[in-house]
């Protein structure tokens, strides 16, 4: 096979280049020094800015990235257009932190006026250190800019309201649970309005007072305490919808439904005439207690024109828009307050993916769009490209099909126009490199910190068990080395009977040793390699290394990447301390997170950018108790495309939990596809532009994302604005092309495509929102608010970005006071972002810094059903579960949660089993084996029996757990056991410390909503 040389002007970048933009000449798979130069645009991205006509990305290991902000910021003004941007400046001055509409348009030629909400700040931008993300520094909203016009005071600076004290407190005085004196006075305070919305439950006098339970932080009672009937001895259905406590909220309910009939009655526009307006029906969340559909969220339709191309668009699993309906121009957009943008998971594991191997891709000879269904086909021998709408012929031998060997009648018929997602073994004329070998690189801390949590013998264990699964063909290569206050490189010399250890003393200079087998080979090493892996945890555990207290992370980085720097690959650190020693020396900071969120210093990032230069991507495994300063440590694995883990209090003798989940993660993470070397290029309908990234990686132009690896679990985020009017189409497209090269060595490309319809109507766009999607940007956006400005801000940010599209959506009907209306697509909204607002990421407490720099990691990172479930776990009865295994999702709120039943919840890397003190001992027996729900001790893995009970919850947390990318840590607890605390935590519905009440943060929002 034929490689083209790396002097070569490459097809490759041509072949995914916009032709539009043809100054992006950078290669990034060439391993020559070929330095091109690279245009700078002013779109921004997360964390990254790119200087005016810088030359970037040096390919010559002796070349730095040029592009590291430290060396940038006196040299290069930050973001030229930003000084010369319109102002507006009718908004009242705030001290600090921006107010959330303002922001800067995103596209190098806006359109529409310029709103720049921060003229006070904007002069400060260009000092702020390189890890400020530039996007965020200009204070992106977290919905869409509104234009000049609509930015309104009141609506940029609103001041973050002072939450009604215990407005539910009607509640409080009737509920079983609820000590009567503990909001003493507070009714006679209550606004009447209040009064009406959460009426006084009739408490049926022949229930008897259940027991209170203990593991409820500072909950608002009768919303958290237990409230049902002690059914000790039977097993009742738990019903879906609300139904289970009918002497809490369905009386209270219709209490109110028929305290608010009068009012309905007077109203000039009646339910039915909001359905008729809509074709939805209206929800008011005041009256409405149960909005979480049982069956899970469904997304609403997408209708486009052409109806058969409904079953050929992209799956939701891996591309998602916020909007289902994208509107016409911005100004629609503006009107509806959502944001647009998609989240998507590229390289996620599937089960079908059709591969076409030709010598010729077809693609759009103007704009490089990769041929797709949505493509409009003229003839026989021409087609319309549906991104830049130019006619294209299609190659000669299109209509031949390679599968069948037979000549197509139609071309709408080939693979390409059928599938959405699609992969395509490309070409030589992809390539600029030979494919290097898989390369892994293995970075294992050996300081005292890490010999006392014990993870080296897991790491050992778990990678003997999977080291013939991972990725790679005979070529694939592996290094080790070890590091606490000095190095040691690992050789594995093919000819050689046992592993040995070469020290490296100097940590300041770092050269390679001349030895041969620092990098072994698989097919020839494997032996060795396996004898290394069984002393290893042995090895490191001699007098001496014990008391080792040092870390030199940022020299052993180095000298791992020294060892990656020919071919590329991938380099895993394991670390359980603060690197102390060396460069990228850190000192201890506080361990609370105010006003500390940034990187301390440079010099990880700078790593990374070197790093992604020459294809090597950094994943990081915190592990242990210690601070580590992941806000800083961290940049090396969020700009180089890695991935970041954190196993909190890891300790393999102590922490059961954490040790299942480390292995469980450390099993999938080594054996999960991998891609090397990729580029991913994100292609729109014109009219639209890119204007923000999320997620790990490094942004090399405005459309074109460079991941040194590229793997299954990655979700990534991307913001749109409308910058012309798009009236005229019928549709608009995205497609994601991700280049890369296999484990295997076959350079491949993986396309996706989805097609949205269009509309001019502001309650069209409403109705077609996809809230999940909506929330899992939102938290992205709010991350870069969060570092540019403060979590305060970001909060009040979450606050407006659920007030101002029931403002808009109110803003299109007649509404009677007293009610807050949402449409079917948004009635989850308020609850996500109540429960976003109570995460370690975004509470107003102030978690350990890492805790919450992880946390940030992870809203940026997590595919989007993952972060829904971070951020809202599933929560079902499991006791009463029958062969269908599909139980109901119940609300996190302790309403749902009685002491008589057992409960699941799925929390994403882990599922937690509470099982109640009065719960069926029947079902006990023949699922924990024991008599008493008492017994039950704390149990990692549930026990088999040959009980029907035991069969069905035993495959529903199969099912569960088959869903998951890593397979969770499962957890099973008494309500009485100190463990309950992590399962009562997640019950964001209810008052804990740390924030209101699902009901007071309505009345938040109805006070808000104009
Ligand atoms: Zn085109």
Redesign the pocket.
């Known amino acids: 096979m034929q490689f083209s040389n790396g002097n070569e002007q490459k097809k490759d970048q041509a072949a995914d280049q916009n032709a539009s933009s043809p100054q992006k000449k950078f290669n990034p798979v060439s391993p020559q020094g070929n330095v091109q130069s690279f245009s700078y645009s002013p779109l921004t991205q997360v964390g990254m800015f790119r200087p005016p006509n810088v030359q970037l990305l040096q390919n010559s290991p002796a070349q730095r990235l040029p592009s590291t902000p430290s060396s940038i910021n006196q040299q290069v003004p930050l973001r030229s257009p930003l000084p010369s941007l319109p102002t507006y400046n009718g908004l009242p001055t705030r001290q600090q932190g921006l107010p959330i509409q303002g922001m800067l348009q995103p596209t190098l030629t806006p359109p529409v006026p310029i709103y720049n909400g921060l003229p006070s700040r904007s002069p400060g931008i260009p000092t702020q250190r390189l890890t400020q993300p530039l996007s965020s520094s200009v204070a992106t909203p977290l919905v869409n800019p509104p234009s000049i016009k609509q930015a309104q005071p009141s609506f940029a600076g609103r001041p973050f309201p002072i939450p009604p004290r215990f407005p539910n407190n009607n509640l409080v005085q009737n509920a079983p649970s609820a000590p009567p004196s503990r909001q003493p006075g507070a009714l006679s305070n209550q606004p009447s309005l209040s009064q009406r919305q959460f009426p006084v439950p009739q408490q049926p006098p022949s229930i008897s007072k259940p027991p209170v339970m203990n593991g409820v932080i500072d909950m608002q009672p009768g919303v958290n305490g237990f409230q049902g009937p002690m059914q000790a001895n039977m097993m009742r259905p738990i019903q879906p919808s609300g139904q289970q406590h009918p002497q809490n909220y369905a009386s209270m309910q219709q209490t109110y439904q028929n305290s608010l009939n009068a009012q309905f009655n007077q109203m000039s526009v009646t339910q039915s005439g909001f359905n008729r307006i809509w074709g939805t029906e209206a929800i008011d969340l005041l009256t409405t207690r149960d909005v979480l559909p049982p069956e899970g969220v469904t997304l609403p339709a997408i209708n486009l024109q052409k109806e058969h191309l409904n079953q050929l668009n992209c799956s939701s699993d891996i591309m998602r828009c916020t909007l289902r309906k994208i509107p016409e121009t911005q100004s629609i957009l503006e009107k509806a307050r959502l944001p647009l943008g998609i989240l998507i998971h590229p390289f996620k594991d599937l089960q079908q993916l059709p591969v076409v191997t030709t010598t010729n891709i077809t693609r759009?000879?103007?704009?490089?769009?990769y041929i797709n269904p949505f493509v409009y086909f003229i003839d026989q021998r021409r087609w319309k490209?549906?991104?830049?709408?130019?006619a294209?012929e299609f190659p000669e031998d299109f209509l031949y099909d390679p599968g069948t060997k037979q000549y197509l009648s139609d071309p709408s018929r080939r693979p390409e126009a059928q599938n959405s997602t699609i992969e395509y073994i490309a070409p030589c004329d992809y390539m600029t490199r030979a494919p290097p070998p898989a390369t892994y690189v293995f970075v294992l801390e050996t300081s005292r910190a890490s010999i006392c949590s014990g993870y080296l013998k897991v790491f050992s264990k778990i990678l003997l068990e999977e080291f013939d699964r991972i990725p790679g063909d005979a070529r694939a290569q592996f290094a080790f080395l070890t590091f606490s206050s000095s190095i040691d490189f690992v050789v594995l010399d093919e000819g050689a009977t046992k592993p040995k250890l070469i020290p490296l003393s100097d940590i300041d200079e770092i050269f390679i040793p001349k030895a041969e087998g620092l990098l072994a080979k698989r097919s020839n090493c494997e032996d060795l390699i396996r004898k290394f892996l069984e002393v290893l945890p042995d090895l490191m555990n001699v007098e001496g290394m014990y008391e080792n207290t040092g870390s030199c992370l940022g020299s052993a980085l180095q000298a791992a990447s020294k060892l990656a720097w020919p071919t590329g690959g991938r380099i895993s650190v394991f670390l359980n301390s603060l690197p102390t020693i060396g460069p990228g020396a850190l000192k201890e900071r506080p361990r609370t997170s105010s006003g500390l969120l940034l990187p301390a210093t440079d010099f990880y990032k700078n790593m990374a950018l070197d790093n992604t230069g020459q294809q090597i991507a950094t994943d990081l495994f915190f592990i242990g108790h210690e601070f580590q300063d992941i806000a800083t440590v961290g940049c090396v694995a969020k700009f180089s495309s890695g991935s970041i883990y954190k196993f909190p209090n890891f300790c393999a003798d102590k922490n059961e939990l954490e040790l299942r989940r480390f292995e469980s993660t450390l099993r999938r993470y080594l054996t999960r596809k991998i891609g090397f070397e990729a580029v991913m290029r994100i292609r729109c309908t014109s009219g639209l532009s890119i204007h923000t990234f999320h997620g790990n990686m490094f942004v090399r132009s405005t459309d074109l994302i460079q991941l040194a690896n590229v793997n299954p679990d990655a979700g990534f985020g991307l913001q749109f604005s409308i910058t012309d009017s798009m009236a005229e189409r019928n549709n608009v497209c995205f497609q994601a092309a991700v280049l890369y090269t296999s484990s295997k060595g076959e350079r491949r490309i993986r396309v996706h495509t989805l097609s949205l319809p269009l509309t001019p109507q502001v309650s069209d766009v409403i109705s077609s929102a996809d809230q999940q999607c909506i929330v899992g940007l939102l938290a992205k956006i709010a991350v870069d608010r969060s570092m540019a400005t403060s979590i305060s801000d970001a909060r009040e940010a979450f606050l407006n970005a659920a007030v101002d599209p029931l403002s808009a959506y109110k803003a299109l009907q007649n509404v009677r006071s007293g009610q807050l209306l949402a449409p079917p697509t948004l009635s989850l909204l308020p609850v996500y972002i109540l429960a976003l607002l109570k995460t370690v990421a975004f509470c107003d407490q102030a978690p350990g810094l890492d805790e919450r720099v992880f946390d940030w990691s992870e809203m940026k990172t997590l595919p989007l059903p993952e972060l829904i479930q971070h951020i809202y776990p599933d929560l079902y009865a499991v006791h009463t579960l029958d062969e269908e295994i599909d139980p109901p999702r119940l609300q996190l709120s302790s309403e749902k949660v009685d002491t008589t039943g057992i409960y699941l919840m799925d929390a994403g890397s882990y599922i937690f089993i509470l099982v109640g003190r009065t719960s069926p001992p029947q079902y006990c027996r023949a699922v924990f084996g024991v008599d008493d729900p008492r017994q039950v001790e704390t149990m990692y893995e549930l026990p088999t029996f040959d009980t029907t009970e035991s069969d069905n919850l035993r495959k529903f947390i199969d099912l569960l757990q088959n869903e998951k990318s890593y397979p969770a840590a499962v957890q099973v607890f008494r309500d009485e056991a100190p463990e309950k605390t992590s399962f009562f935590n997640r019950l964001v519905e209810d008052k804990t410390k740390i924030g209101v009440s699902y009901f007071e943060f309505l009345q938040q929002l109805k006070t808000k909503v104009k």
């Open positions: 759009c000879k103007y704009c490089r769009t490209c549906n991104i830049c709408f130019k294209n």
